[in-house]
T-cell receptor, first 114, second 113 residues
Framework: DTGVSQNPRHKITKRGQNVTFRCDPI?????LYWYRQTLGQGPEFLTY????????KSRLLSDRFSAERPKGSFSTLEIQRTEQGDSAMYLC????????????FGQGTRLTVV | KQEVTQIPAALSVPEGENLVLNCSFT??????LQWFRQDPGKGLTSLLL?????REQTSGRLNASLDKSSGRSTLYIAASQPGDSATYLC????????????FGKGTHLIIQP
C-alpha cells in the first residue's frame, strides 16, 4: 500500500461543466476526509465518511457538491455546474477508525475552472 | 469554533540554523495536534502527531511541543537544511462533533544554502 491516492492530479474544466474526483484511502483506514485548499490558505474541511456513512458536512459544501463512498473503500467528490470560485486544490485524507488518530493525505487534485 | 493561527507567515534563514515555528489555537478541547509539511503544488506530509495528553514528540531533527492550557504548539527544527524549505502547517483535531482538522495558514520556510 503506497498511501492515499487521488485522481486526477490536475483538472481543467470550463465553467458550468461537472467534474468528479476520486480518492483511494489507505486500505485499513475506515475514515475518509475531503478538504479544499486555496492559494495561500490552509486546507478547509468539507466532509468525512466513517466507512460508507457520510457523517458530517461543512457549510462550505454547497448543493452543487456531492460526495460518496459507496462500499466504504474509495470515495468520489462531484462538483456540478462548476464556477470559477471552485478553483482550488481538493485534498483527501484517511485515518483509522478512531477519530483522534493520525491523518494521512493524498497528493490532491488541482482544479482550474476557466 | 476552533481557530488556528501560525506565526510567522514566512521565514528565511541560513542553512544550519535552529528555528522555531509557532502555532496557537483558540479551543483547548482538542484530541490532538498534527504538524504537516507541504511542498509547492503537492499534498500534505504528516510530520508529527501530539496527543492531547502528551507534551512533546520528536522525529529526527524535528521536535513538536504542546501546551493545551495556553493553546500553543511549537515545531522546532534543528540544524536546518535547504531540503527543509516548504510550507509547514499545523492542524488541531477538535472534539464536540466537528471531526475534521482545523488548519492554520502555514509558515512558508526558506532555508538559504
Amino acid at each position: 500500500d503506497t498511501g492515499v491516492s487521488q485522481n486526477p492530479r490536475h483538472k481543467i474544466t470550463k465553467r458550468g461543466q461537472n467534474v468528479t474526483f476520486r480518492c483511494d484511502p489507505i486500505s485499513e483506514h475506515n475514515r475518509l476526509y475531503w478538504y479544499r485548499q486555496t492559494l495561500g490558505q490552509g486546507p478547509e474541511f468539507l466532509t468525512y465518511f466513517q466507512n460508507e456513512a457520510q457523517l458530517e458536512k461543512s457549510r462550505l459544501l454547497s448543493d452543487r457538491f456531492s460526495a460518496e463512498r459507496p462500499k466504504g473503500s474509495f470515495s468520489t467528490l462531484e462538483i456540478q455546474r462548476t464556477e470559477q470560485g471552485d478553483s482550488a486544490m481538493y485534498l483527501c485524507a484517511s485515518s483509522v477508525q478512531a477519530g483522534n488518530t493520525e491523518a494521512f493525505f493524498g497528493q490532491g487534485t488541482r482544479l482550474t475552472v476557466v | 469554533k476552533q481557530e488556528v493561527t501560525q506565526i510567522p507567515a514566512a521565514l528565511s534563514v541560513p542553512e544550519g540554523e535552529n528555528l522555531v515555528l509557532n502555532c496557537s489555537f483558540t479551543d483547548s478541547a482538542i484530541y490532538n495536534l498534527q504538524w504537516f509539511r507541504q511542498d509547492p503544488g503537492k499534498g500534505l506530509t504528516s510530520l508529527l502527531l501530539i496527543q492531547s495528553s502528551q507534551r512533546e514528540q520528536t522525529s529526527g531533527r524535528l521536535n513538536a511541543s504542546l501546551d493545551k492550557s495556553s493553546g500553543r504548539s511549537t515545531l522546532y527544527i534543528a540544524a536546518s537544511q535547504p531540503g527543509d524549505s516548504a510550507t509547514y502547517l499545523c492542524a488541531a483535531h477538535s472534539g464536540g462533533g466537528a471531526d475534521g482538522l482545523t488548519f492554520g495558514k502555514g509558515t512558508h520556510l526558506i532555508i538559504q544554502p
